[in-house]
């Protein structure tokens, strides 16, 4: 069964998996649209997952976050509530396109799964919906996230169980007894200088990769041994060509996704800001005149 606690709302599924195929890729491909604004790159992973970062390639849209279940499953979010999945377990399934997130408007922040195949689902800043086996001191920090009303960003598992959380736009980091030591000092170093950690991914090895940002969409990374030198080098390329790196997740058989951003999807991200400030102030100016109007009549 699954659980749902929306500020101190219960339910209760059992979940199962189904199996699909997945294709090993001998070089990395790099999926752009014809805009050239969205970009991912991917090795190793799953057939649907391929093919569906690229038709939102081809859109343009680049996905916020790519997670991978046992058995080729796998979840791709975009947008507020936007997602594409295959062979995961009915109930989250289910709890996507019903609960739902897309029917209630909800903004899906995160989706993470363990490696035996318990999930669970970050909307709406922190409400979250869980599998009935799923980690219950990972629950219970995130009941306290849920009461504290931190929004809550990523949830990320080690190969032995070890977990992380991040809130508060990465500002904030969670983590259990035992998650390994060099990530841990890793994360410490990162936080003296830069004051969000984006995301956190582990190889089926243990291996770690982290992205940070310094508030004004400006990112960097981190990476432990282990990680293989293609994911390394396209980490390191995307980023000295100007790319925003967005998230990364490691398939279990250890295929990859990275997610970024182009300098042009930047760019045309920065104007539209500019855009919206310019018009909140038109229109701020416009209220301003219309009461000013109104009390020259009284």
Do not use: C, H
């Not at 500020?7 to 998996?17: D, Q, R």
């Not at 058995?71 to 709890?95: M, R």
């Not at 969000?196 to 990769?209: D, M, Q, R, S």
Request: no cysteine; net charge positive; glycine share 8%.
């Amino acid at each position: 069964m699954f659980n749902i606690l929306s500020l101190g709302k219960f339910k209760k599924v059992t979940t199962s998996f189904f199996v699909g195929a997945s294709i090993g890729i001998l070089s990395p491909i790099i999926f752009t649209s014809s805009r050239a604004l969205a970009a991912s790159s991917q090795i190793g992973i799953p057939t649907g997952a391929a093919t569906a970062l690229q038709t939102l390639a081809n859109q343009g849209i680049t996905p916020k976050t790519i997670a991978f279940a046992p058995n080729a499953g796998w979840v791709i979010l975009n947008g507020n509530n936007g997602w594409n999945s295959e062979n995961i377990p009915q109930e989250a399934t289910k709890l996507l396109s019903t609960l739902t997130l897309n029917k209630q408007n909800s903004t899906i922040n995160t989706i993470a799964f363990t490696r035996s195949g318990e999930w669970v689902i970050i909307y709406d800043g922190n409400a979250f919906s869980w599998s009935t086996n799923f980690p219950k001191d990972v629950v219970n920090q995130l009941k306290t996230l849920n009461q504290n009303k931190s929004t809550i960003n990523t949830v990320a598992f080690t190969p032995n169980g070890q977990w992380i959380i991040l809130s508060n736009g990465g500002n904030t980091a969670n983590w259990s007894t035992n998650f390994p030591k060099d990530a841990v000092n890793e994360i410490k170093a990162i936080y003296k200088i830069y004051p969000y950690i984006k995301t956190i991914a582990f190889t089926p090895n243990g291996a770690w990769v982290i992205f940070y940002a310094n508030g004004y969409g400006n990112t960097g990374y981190a990476y432990s041994s282990g990680i293989s030198q293609l994911a390394t080098s396209t980490i390191v390329n995307d980023s000295k060509a100007g790319y925003r790196l967005i998230n990364i997740a490691f398939t279990p058989s250890n295929g990859w996704a990275l997610l970024d951003l182009s300098p042009q999807e930047i760019q045309l991200q920065n104007l539209e800001i500019q855009q919206e400030i310019e018009l909140d102030q038109i229109q701020g100016e416009a209220f301003k005149n219309r009461a000013a109007a109104t009390l020259n009549e009284i």
